[in-house]
């Protein structure tokens, strides 16, 4: 019996050979639609790197890199079986809405990770407040932002932990409740000035597979910008390649490290997304790197490789030491704020005016008119 096959229906067979032929590649041609959660990266490009010691890159060659490295699974030793998870969880943006804060998710995320690495697993865990981020961090809201100033926003002022601002998917004004707070059983909400802060002591970019793997393994997670496509939201698990030629960014995720399939030898990233443990590899996505295909999986990696950003956490802080303290001593202890800072909080972006971070709105309508 003779088939009429179409042209169309050709290369459509095609295309599943040849996903057949990489194993356990899911291998596809983008349709150039972006994810329904995609959202808006802004990148100021005037945003300066703060670097006082060398790059992880100077510091190790691409061949003692190890083969394989994952923080969610670090050996205890090197003859032992053991694994030691570093990671913070994972988490759902669009929870309890939808919100475009994936810039402050995989930023944070990053940060919590390599607090955890710095402080060897011990307990507590760092677990950082992305609404806190969102409400006084100046980097961006839910209509998308930059992981970058999440980074300068943690040098400048530090960053809370969780349980002092939780998860809403709100663009919220900033003031001290929004800095930290608590609430009492008759129902009202008061804030918290006797708490820490966590600060970073360097920021930078890293770009390609060697700078990656090398500021990875040393100092753990970074953040790094994709191209999220509507078939990268259907992802439920193997090493995955989409063939794009101009991929651009629109989403940020963080890169927890690398692996190699055993049955094909591609290859892949370990990314950890923000769209909750349901999708993908319980909310975690292997890569092609762009060793993939020959040297040429820059093709099929969705611009992983072309802007990640990373921050070096330092210490806790107790907020009072960096200027959040109490109303009747503010005068005292309010952080400085630069002409610059004053200007880009006064404009904004969009229609969202941009709150500085530590004072209300009234307290900085005050520092802006002496300026």
């Known amino acids: 019996m003779m088939l009429n096959t179409s042209p169309q229906l050709l290369v459509l067979a095609l295309a599943l050979a040849a996903g057949t032929a990489h194993g356990k590649v899911v291998l596809r041609e983008s349709t150039g639609r972006p994810s329904r959660y995609?959202?808006?990266?802004?990148?100021?490009?005037?945003?300066?790197?703060?670097?006082?010691?060398?790059?992880?890159?100077?510091?190790?060659?691409?061949?003692?890199?190890?083969?394989?490295?994952?923080?969610?699974?670090?050996?205890?030793?090197?003859?032992s079986d053991d694994r030691h998870n570093y990671l913070s969880i994972i988490r759902n943006q669009h929870i309890p809405k939808y919100c475009g804060s994936c810039w402050a998710h995989g930023a944070s995320s990053s940060l919590a990770d390599r607090m955890n690495i710095k402080m060897k697993g011990a307990w507590p865990g760092t677990f950082l407040s992305v609404q806190n981020i969102i409400d006084c961090g100046g980097a961006g809201s839910c209509n998308g932002g930059d992981d970058r100033l999440v980074y300068v926003y943690g040098a400048k002022h530090g960053i809370p932990p969780d349980t002092c601002n939780l998860y809403v998917a709100a663009n919220q004004k900033c003031h001290a409740m929004q800095q930290c707070f608590t609430c009492w059983p008759d129902s009202t909400c008061e804030p918290i000035y006797d708490y820490k802060r966590l600060t970073v002591s360097e920021h930078g970019r890293v770009r390609g597979r060697y700078q990656m793997?090398?500021?990875?393994?040393?100092?753990?997670?970074?953040?790094?910008?994709?191209?999220?496509?509507?078939?990268?939201?259907?992802?439920?698990?193997?090493?995955?390649?989409?063939?794009?030629?101009?991929?651009?960014?629109?989403?940020?995720?963080?890169?927890?490290?690398?692996?190699?399939?055993?049955?094909?030898?591609?290859?892949y990233w370990v990314i950890r997304n923000s769209w909750g443990e349901p999708w993908g590899e319980s909310g975690f996505l292997k890569l092609v790197t762009s060793a993939y295909d020959d040297g040429n999986g820059n093709m099929y990696n969705l611009a992983i490789e072309d802007d990640c950003?990373?921050?070096?956490?330092?210490?806790?802080?107790?907020?009072?030491?960096?200027?959040?303290?109490?109303?009747?001593?503010?005068?005292?202890?309010?952080?400085?704020?630069?002409?610059?800072?004053?200007?880009?909080?006064?404009?904004?972006?969009?229609?969202?005016?941009?709150?500085?971070?530590?004072?209300?709105?009234?307290?900085?309508?005050?520092?802006?008119?002496?300026?």
Not at 51 to 62: D, G, K, N, Y
Not at 237 to 251: C, F, L, M, T
């Open 38 to 79: 995609a959202s808006t990266i802004v990148r100021h490009e005037d945003i300066p790197e703060l670097i006082t010691t060398p790059r992880s890159h100077e510091l190790i060659s691409e061949k003692d890199l190890p083969r394989e490295w994952d923080w969610r699974a670090v050996p205890s030793s090197a003859n």
């Open 213 to 267: 793997k090398a500021e990875i393994y040393k100092r753990g997670p970074i953040s790094c910008g994709i191209d999220a496509t509507d078939q990268l939201e259907t992802y439920t698990g193997g090493v995955y390649a989409e063939r794009k030629s101009n991929p651009s960014i629109n989403h940020v995720v963080s890169v927890v490290g690398w692996g190699v399939d055993p049955e094909t030898d591609v290859e």
């Open 309 to 371: 950003n990373f921050g070096v956490p330092d210490r806790w802080v107790p907020a009072d030491d960096l200027g959040f303290g109490r109303p009747d001593d503010m005068s005292q202890q309010q952080p400085k704020l630069d002409a610059d800072f004053i200007a880009k909080a006064k404009t904004g972006g969009g229609s969202r005016k941009m709150i500085l971070p530590g004072v209300t709105l009234r307290e900085q309508e005050k520092a802006s008119e002496k300026q």
